[in-house]
């Protein structure tokens, strides 16, 4: 998310921007190396001396969370901690990127008022960071044209699979918003620019099940659906509880925002574009 954050930073709105990161040098913006569970790293930001620090870095791999707890806590938890205290002694206006897990996935369509309850440990400490910050924001299952810090998304991952004619499964009993980086990029920067403050939820307009957000991807790129066999979360050997449906409710970003949540057909149509532009580019 980072990544695509500078980019859009850099390309539309001519903002200085450093990127930070601890194993995947960025592409876009003044690469930052530091690693958030060292105290001495962040003494970096302190020569930048930002105006405004939008702050991506997580552990955000769900299982790898459950299994080593302590690492994720670091991270998660005390890194937001630290870059706070940061922030706050430089007077830089911080943005904190968390997560529609941090809700139990009970009810879905879940409002910025909403009690959070985690069901995993990956969502209890991105909560536990929220507790430090005045701005956050929540994005939904975020994908995009390229992977991110060496990650591939899900969209890219499926479209992938069924381009090879591998048979996937899907869960059709997981409910989601899903999130294109490039429309959260541009939420985030007017977030930032106007310094709001409290609880956002950006994320994409369209609540869908993650088999159903599969199916319209296999049509935008005019793949094989037949590829895609339907699965329930019971049947995947996932380590950590996922939340059944983390979908969020868009309408506070609406009435504040002038960049507006994307709905599904649109963001996918988007998505094609630009992965179109990643290919001409590489060709």
Known sequence: MGSKFAEIALEMYEHEVCTGYCHNKPEFGAPVKFDLTKDRDLEVIYKIRPEVII?????????????????????????????????????????????????????????????????????????????????IVRPCVIYGAKPASGTINFALWLIDKLRNKEEVKIVTDQYITPTLNTNLAKMLLEVAEKE?????????????????????????????KKLIVQSRIADMRWIAHRPKDSS????????????????????????????????????
Not at 59 to 77: F, G, P, Q
Not at 79 to 91: D, I, P, S
Not at 270 to 277: A, G, I, Q, R, Y
């Open 196 to 224: 709001l403050k409290g609880v956002f939820h950006l994320a994409g307009a369209t609540r869908v099940s993650r088999y159903d957000f599969a199916l319209q991807i296999a049509d935008k790129f005019e793949l094989d």
């Open 55 to 135: 702050h991506t870095a997580a552990l955000t791999n769900v299982d790898e969370c459950e299994t080593n707890k302590e690492l994720a806590y670091k991270i998660n938890t005390e890194g937001t901690k630290r870059v706070v205290e940061v922030a706050g002694e430089l007077k830089a206006f911080l943005v904190y990127v968390s997560t529609d897990y941090v809700f139990s996935g009970n009810k879905g369509m879940y409002k910025e008022e909403d009690e959070p309850n985690p069901v995993d440990y990956y969502g209890y400490t991105k909560l536990m960071g929220e507790n430090y910050c005045d701005c």
């Open 248 to 283: 969020l409710d868009t309408s506070k970003a609406l009435r504040y925002l002038n960049e507006k949540p994307y709905e599904l057909d649109k963001a996918l149509d988007v998505l094609k574009e630009e992965m179109e532009n990643v290919d001409r580019i590489r060709d």
